[in-house]
Structures are given as C-alpha cells and as structure tokens.
C-alpha cells in the first residue's frame, strides 16, 4: 500500500460561504476547486420566484448537476421544459443547450450545482464583479464572459 501524507477534509457552513449576487440570484460558493484541484465545484443557487437563470448555452468542457433543495427549477432545453422539484437531480452534459428558470411566483427556490472542471466558479464570480451594484451587462459582455469559460449561445455550432 503506497505510503501518503495527511488529506484534509472540509466542512463548509451556508454563513461562511462566499456569497455572489448576478442579477436576482444569489450563488453560495462552497467549493471552487481548491481543495479538489479542480475537479469539481460545489454551489447553492438561490433563484427568487418568478426569476430566470442565465441566456440559453451550451458548454464544451465541463458537466454540470443541479440537486433541488428548496422549490422547483424549471430546465428548458430547445426540445422541452422540464420541472425538477425538491429531491430532484437534473444532469447537464457537455453540449446540451438549456437554461433554468423558477416557474412559482411564490416560492423562491435553492439548488445545489456542481460543475466539473471546478475552475468554472470563477465565471460566477467574474460576472458578479462586472455586474456590481446591479449595473446591466451588454450582451456582448455576457457573451465574451461566457466563451472565457468555454460556454456559449445554441446558435454557435458546437464543433469547430
């Protein structure tokens, strides 16, 4: 049996999460990769009732999971929408187009999120500093935001 040092594990608190705002959601980032050189991220999304999530894309690189805690979160792809409730667990590969949106006007809605590469954190974060304040980001901006990250709008063809 190969001879290793100490691994560390972590416990992380919803209080001491590191806390985004981009646009009406609140994104609680527990893990961005760090501890897991980068290959998974952990976050809760807070959607408000009645709120949408991001523009519909797609990603080249990375896998994303949303586990409903609170709510419902509504996927839509180009094909279908779908409603993923408490308990639920959607799985979002490389090249689906889809975005999510909360479908109640009355109850807000929280989802857990991984993304793996976990470096993908780092869009959350980027955007939320380009939108400080509540100032609106132009399209273009989101746009180049998005591809920096390796995620881009349905009309742009997933191969090269």
């Not at 806390?19 to 290959?39: A, H, K």
């Not at 996927?75 to 408490?86: G, I, K, N, R, W």
């Amino acid at each position: 049996m190969p001879i290793r040092g100490p691994v560390p594990v972590k416990l992380y608190k919803k209080e001491a999460a590191e806390t985004l705002r981009v646009g009406p959601m609140t994104i609680r980032v527990y893990e961005d990769g760090s501890l897991t050189e980068n290959r998974v991220s952990g976050v809760l999304l807070e959607v408000p009732a009645g709120k949408s999530g991001p523009p519909m894309h797609w990603h080249r690189f990375h896998d994303e999971l949303f586990f409903v805690t609170k709510g419902t979160l509504r996927f839509v792809t180009p094909e279908m929408e779908v409603d993923a409730s408490a308990g639920d667990l959607m799985t979002v590969p490389p090249g689906a187009v889809h975005t999510f949106k909360n479908p109640s006007e009355t109850e807000d809605c929280e989802c857990y999120m991984t993304a793996t590469p976990g470096h993908y954190v780092d869009y959350f974060r980027m955007l939320a500093k380009a939108t400080e304040g509540g100032k609106p980001l132009p399209s273009g901006d989101v746009q180049h935001l998005m591809a920096l990250f390796g995620t881009f709008p349905p009309e742009v063809a997933s191969e090269p």
